[in-house]
């Protein structure tokens, strides 16, 4: 077999700049992993574990609410706190049926709101909302979320968040906010989902929220 010297050598180029591509996207993915930790706040992080704290003090419940892949990560944030830090914690995303059949009937942007109505949501409880940009009632993004907000101060409660970007309608309505910083702005979901899950394993393996410990 007789193979071209020049087209073989582009092509071993091409696919050396191909792995090169993948390699460098890899590195920086992890890189902006590493700044976002150097630079996420300290404080703020402090401040919800201390306001969680005394919710549970206080005997609250906490309503986890999140869209999308927040809505999986509410799933797996409230076994955590239920297990580990003894916090009573719900999901409205995780009653499916409840959840479809409100959307069907009522429309969307009803669907957090409503579950807290029905769950008869007080004073003495508090949401935490997990969401990349925090809502926009103007925009139109995250409705369900800035009605669960809106609920929450009309019935006193408190208001908790770990979210992305510069927070959107939730941080503009509680300073108990945990903002993921943004280091690059083409990534800011994949961070801001990855993020949450750091941030609340963080917190209830806080000595001041941990009460149970991990099987590992």
Not at 23 to 28: G, M, Q, R, V
Not at 74 to 86: E, I
Request: neutral net charge; contains cysteine; aromatic residues 8%.
């Amino acid at each position: 077999m007789i193979i071209c010297y020049k087209n073989y050598s582009r092509l071993v180029n091409r696919d050396f700049v191909s792995e090169m591509h993948k390699s460098n996207f890899t590195l920086d993915f992890i890189a902006e992993s590493k700044l976002i930790l150097d630079k996420i706040d300290i404080n703020q992080i402090d401040n919800v574990i201390d306001g969680l704290k005394n919710l549970r003090e206080s005997h609250g419940r906490l309503f986890i609410v999140g869209l999308g892949g927040s809505a999986g990560n509410a799933q797996h944030a409230t076994n955590d706190f239920r297990k580990l830090a003894g916090i009573e914690t719900y999901a409205p995303t995780d009653n499916v049926s409840e959840l479809t059949a409100r959307v069907n009937d009522e429309g969307f942007n009803s669907i957090f709101d409503a579950w807290l109505k029905v769950s008869n949501f007080n004073s003495m409880d508090g949401i935490l909302v997990l969401s990349v940009g925090g809502g926009s009632i103007e925009k139109d993004i995250s409705v369900p979320i800035c009605r669960a907000v809106d609920y929450c101060l009309e019935k006193k409660g408190k208001i908790f968040g770990i979210v992305g970007r510069d927070g959107g309608y939730v941080a503009s309505k509680s300073e108990n906010i945990i903002i993921i910083p943004t280091v690059n702005s083409s990534h800011v979901t994949p961070h801001s989902e990855s993020f949450q899950a750091v941030v609340w394993h963080l917190m209830v393996s806080h000595p001041k929220l941990k009460l149970n410990s991990t099987k590992w």
